[in-house]
């Protein structure tokens, strides 16, 4: 199976602030084929939510969510970076792999209000 | 609008049965594999199982293989899951969601239900 490691697991930030949250991959998940995307994803979930998707393929931002989230890629290793922390961003952050089964999350990241 | 709506949770005693239904609206449902994902209290998401957008392939996690079934029915835009020999870490909020339609059955997940609570308890 791919492990999904993230950090911190944890993380308090003001309105206002830069944060980034890492995940890590156990094995390389990165493919550049152009017919198949690229396997790892960010989510967003809120309490007595379901999570919602904030990117896709390491970097694509999904149609509606805010341009101050942002998602890269150097090997095994993905960011989420949120600038300009707004009050609703204040939730648990997963990273997901796609590349096979079984489907894998990280642990999450709960970012708190400072 | 895409919506995805579970039903069937509730409390059920060890080793006995429960089945739960995802109604899809708002996309064509023949065109997208189907996802159960679960989720214990207080902690992350477990993927549980897909359905190809045909029904022909199915793949569990490890955790629940042999105990589990996932089933579509195309014509009337439902995707279940069938959950045998029950245990208690079996309790979780359990989501149906779809994978972005782009003929990967590992597509990303675009949208998922509001949950049915399963609790498994004597």
């Known amino acids: 199976d791919i492990q999904m490691t993230q950090s911190p697991s944890s993380l308090s930030a003001s309105v206002g602030d830069r944060v980034t949250i890492t995940c890590r991959a156990s094995?390389?998940?990165?493919?550049?084929?152009?017919?198949?995307?690229?396997?790892l994803h960010w989510y967003q979930q809120k309490p007595g939510k379901a999570p919602n998707l904030l990117i896709y393929a390491a970097s694509t931002l999904q149609s509606g969510v805010p341009s101050r989230f942002s998602g890269s890629e150097s090997g095994t290793d993905f960011t989420l970076t949120i600038n300009n922390l707004q009050p609703e961003d204040f939730a648990v952050y997963y990273c997901q792999q796609t590349y096979k089964t079984p489907i894998t999350f990280g642990q999450g990241t709960r970012l708190d209000i400072k | 609008q895409v919506q995805l709506v579970e039903s069937g949770g509730g409390v059920v005693q060890p080793g006995r049965s429960l089945r739960l239904s995802c109604a899809v609206s708002?996309?064509?449902?023949?065109?997208?594999?189907m996802h159960w994902v679960r989720q214990a209290p207080g902690k992350g998401p477990e993927w549980v199982a897909l359905i190809s957008y045909n029904g022909y392939n199915q793949n569990y996690a490890d955790s629940v293989k042999g105990r589990f079934t996932i089933s579509r029915d195309n014509s009337k835009n439902t995707v279940s899951l069938q959950m045998n020999s029950l245990r208690a870490e079996d309790t979780a909020v359990y989501f149906c969601?779809?994978?972005?339609?782009?003929?990967?059955?590992?597509?990303?997940?675009?949208?998922w239900g509001q949950g049915t609570l399963v609790t498994v308890s004597s």
């Open positions: 969601a779809r994978s972005i339609p782009n003929g990967n059955p590992l597509g990303v997940f675009d949208f």
């Open positions: 094995q390389n998940i990165s493919r550049t084929s152009q017919s198949i995307s690229r396997s």
């Open positions: 708002g996309f064509t449902f023949s065109n997208a594999a």
